[in-house]
């Protein structure tokens, strides 16, 4: 015989639901004090948080068109709406409106062989800034209307091979799909030769690969020197959490290939003795560019400068446009931002607590009126408990016995709504009639009475409990007809 499994829950307070338990009493005592503390604490930190968003000084430029500039001889300005300055005490007489150009070469701004002599595009960007920046200054690359946050594109990578393992084509095909590597097939397809990509996936093939330069400030005021160049460094951009993911690569030359969209900085598309596979735990902008972002309008950092000051005065920028932005309509900056304790600028936190500070002032006013106006005496529940005890006792009769219901009490109505704050209804069945003990001492006996036409006996018996009132249920009975 099959032994029948006990599905029976353990004899224990949590699966048996005895743990223990408080409901607060929502008392005009106890709600009023919170809304006003709530509504105290939350503007005014908004307000502290809002105004150390705005003292961040910010300058943004769209570099997106640069392009279309090319060969030009003289800057043009960037249109109205492709630039925003945020200054805490900007002096618009001492404000350049940014402007740039483009030209054409052959060699890269991070110094880097082009070993298949290809033409980058390079932007010019100058501005100006009207007050110093103190430090750290960050600079970051933001881009418009890509979605990392894809799901196929979230998961198209192998973490076993940024690891440092020497992963094969079959055991990142699963993860990186279509871009996983690279099929060949030779003898009419009786040999098929799979090379992976290092790295593999939709994030690092689609990697930001504009190159910035830094900053060169021009003419400096009160000095002899020419331009003075204001370095960016790329070490510690990463989170230290990321770090730890990237390890040394494991693939010979010859045992990987690069992404299409890295190809063009390696020899005819190939890693080589003199062009090997890149070491990714040293190269934080990818690292940076593998941490994808939530939302389509995002910004990544790409170097810092903790150490000097930004004087003011008139900067240019260089940049190696390789990122193909407007192919899905998207755009591309460069943001130069400070920081305070909160990160970045970015006024919805602030906002949102003000707006959450004035709704719980805002309602503590509301009920604090209504209960001065029109207040309800603690302890008289005849608008609230007395109207849904009789429902509840009706409800009862209805549900259960469809006949006749007879409600009766021990006690007077009036000392049970005195007392209907502590009401605690339960069924007890004895023999033909159901007893609801109501508190201590009052009872209200339903007996059971069944005819023949059930239904019609519901239908009426719930009709005529509709207008009974407290003392009513109590003190008389109820007769479906």
């Known amino acids: ?79 109205t709406g492709s630039w925003e300055y945020k200054f805490t005490s900007a002096n618009i007489t001492k404000t350049m409106i940014p402007g740039y150009r483009a030209y054409q070469t052959t060699s890269f701004l991070d110094n880097l062989p082009n070993p298949n002599n290809i033409t980058v595009t390079r932007c010019v960007i100058e501005f100006s800034i009207p007050v110093p920046l103190n430090t750290p200054i960050f600079l970051y690359y933001r881009l418009t209307n890509f979605y990392q946050n894809h799901r196929k594109y979230v998961k198209s990578y192998d973490q076993a091979q940024l690891a440092g393992k020497g992963s094969t084509y079959d055991d990142i095909a699963l993860d990186c799909a279509k871009a996983a590597g690279v099929e060949v097939t030779k003898a009419a397809g009786v040999e098929v030769t799979k090379t992976p990509y290092y790295p593999c996936g939709l994030i690092a093939a689609s990697m930001f690969n504009d190159t910035i330069g830094n900053l060169v400030l021009l003419n400096p005021s009160g000095t002899s020197a020419g331009n003075i160049t204001y370095n960016f460094s790329s070490v510690g951009i990463a989170w230290p959490d990321d770090k730890t993911r990237y390890k040394p690569p494991a693939y010979k030359p010859d045992e990987a290939l690069p992404p299409a969209t890295w190809a063009l900085r390696y020899p005819n598309g190939t890693y080589t003795v003199e062009y090997p596979p890149p070491d990714l735990s040293l190269d934080e902008h990818f690292q940076v560019w593998m941490r994808t972002s939530w939302y389509p309008t995002f910004r990544k950092l790409w170097g810092k400068n903790t150490q000097t000051p930004m004087e003011a005065g008139s900067y240019r920028i260089e940049i190696d446009m390789n990122y193909p932005i407007t192919v899905y309509g998207g755009t591309k900056s460069i943001v130069i931002s400070g920081t305070s304790f909160l990160g970045t600028r970015s006024s919805f936190m602030g906002l949102a607590w003000i707006t959450m500070g004035c709704i719980c002032a805002g309602l503590g006013v509301i009920f604090l009126a209504g209960n001065c106006f029109k207040p309800r005496v603690a302890g008289r529940m005849e608008g609230m408990v007395g109207r849904a005890l009789d429902i509840w006792l009706c409800q009862k009769c209805v549900d259960k016995y469809f006949g006749r219901c007879s409600l009766r009490s021990s006690r007077g109505s009036k000392r049970m709504l005195t007392n209907a704050h502590r009401l605690t209804p339960f069924l007890l069945r004895v023999g033909n009639s159901v007893t609801t003990r109501i508190s201590r001492g009052t009872r209200a006996t339903a007996v059971r009475s069944p005819g023949p036409n059930i239904r019609s006996r519901r239908d009426a018996f719930g009709e005529s409990c509709k207008d009974l009132g407290a003392g009513q249920v109590l003190g008389g009975e109820c007769v479906g007809k």
């Open 1 to 79: 015989m099959t032994e029948l499994r006990n599905r029976r829950p353990a004899n224990t307070a949590f699966k048996q639901q005895r743990l223990k338990n408080w409901q607060p009493l929502l008392t005009p005592k106890t709600v009023l004090p919170t809304l006003f503390i709530v509504g105290i604490i939350f503007a005014p930190l908004g307000g502290l948080f809002l105004y150390a968003s705005e003292s961040l000084n910010e300058i943004t430029i769209d570099y997106t068109h640069c392009a279309d500039k090319l060969n030009g001889t003289s800057l043009e300005q960037v249109p």
